[in-house]
């Protein structure tokens, strides 16, 4: 008895289930979402499937209409600018192709050699007049030349100087030969480039040593009182007190 009760409760709750299903399934006018399958015979409608799978893509679909193009509006003008720092200096260009050499017009030339002989002609007159009056004598390119005013021989040196020149210094027969041409013209003594260093001991004014000399007979005989040098007119050489006035030549 005690075994039976359980089921008999089972059966009871199954038809009471059965009885509510009959009643809703007799209304038409109420549709119910579950299929009209589910409403026929005495059973219990089921729970609905899950959703199926997603389709397959579909065809490729025409190529559409070109879009329209769009021009936007003209913009602002920018500021100008500030200018840049110069840049660093660039390599040294390429070497140029050597120009045609240089020359003299022929005109010019022209011009500078009738120069040149109107020059020569001019000097050579001044050269032949100096001469002629005793005021030049000319030797192998040296030219000697006398102001034919009496110095001692301090002014003497110091007028030579300044017009570029020297005292006339014999440095052979033949320039002495030349010097004494203005002393005879002259008719008296002239001073020569030379002065006394240890008694009796004459040097040129550079203080080079003497090389040519043509002392007249006894001379040098000042006993170191007597510390320049003059020419007679026979061209011979006696010293002498630098403080006589004695006829000034220059050599150039
Ligand atoms: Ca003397």
């Given at each position: ?8 409760s ?13 009643e ?8 119910s979402?579950?299929?009209d ?19 397959r ?14 021009n936007?509006?003209q ?8 200018s840049?720092s ?5 390599p040294?260009?390429?070497k140029?192709m050597?120009g045609e ?15 040149t002989?109107?020059l ?11 001469t002629?009056y005793g ?7 040296k030219?000697?030349?006398t102001?034919?005013?009496?110095s001692d ?24 030969a ?16 030379l002065?006394?260093g ?24 000042g006993?170191?009182?007597?510390n320049c ?9 006696n010293?002498r007190?630098?403080s006589k006035?004695?006829?000034g030549?220059?050599?150039?």
């Open positions: 008895m005690m075994v039976l009760l359980p089921l008999l089972l059966l009871l709750l199954e038809w009471a289930l059965i009885g509510s299903c009959s809703k399934g007799g209304n038409d006018e109420q549709p979402t579950y299929s399958t589910y409403y026929h015979g005495p059973w219990i409608a089921g729970r609905p499937g899950r959703d199926g799978r997603d389709g893509d579909g065809a490729k679909g025409e190529k559409g209409d070109p879009g329209e193009v769009l936007g509006m913009g602002c003008p920018a500021n100008v600018g500030h840049g110069p840049g660093p200096q660039g040294p260009g390429i140029g050597k050499p240089g020359g003299i017009h022929p005109t010019l030339i022209d011009e500078l050699l009738n120069m002989s109107y020569e002609a001019r000097l050579l007159k001044l050269s032949k007049a100096l002629l005021s030049m004598a000319e030797l192998g390119g030219f000697y030349v102001t034919g005013q009496p021989f301090f002014m003497i040196n110091k007028t030579c100087q300044e017009i570029g020149g020297a005292v006339a210094t014999p440095k052979n027969k033949e320039e002495n030349a010097i004494m041409k203005l002393v005879v013209r002259h008719n008296t003594y002239a001073f020569l480039g002065k006394e240890i008694i009796g001991k004459f040097y040129y004014l550079d203080e080079s040593p003497v090389k040519y000399t043509n002392w007249y007979s006894g001379r040098p005989d006993q170191g009182q007597e040098v003059e020419m007679y007119t026979d061209g011979t050489w010293d007190d630098c006035h004695r006829l030549i220059c050599e150039f």
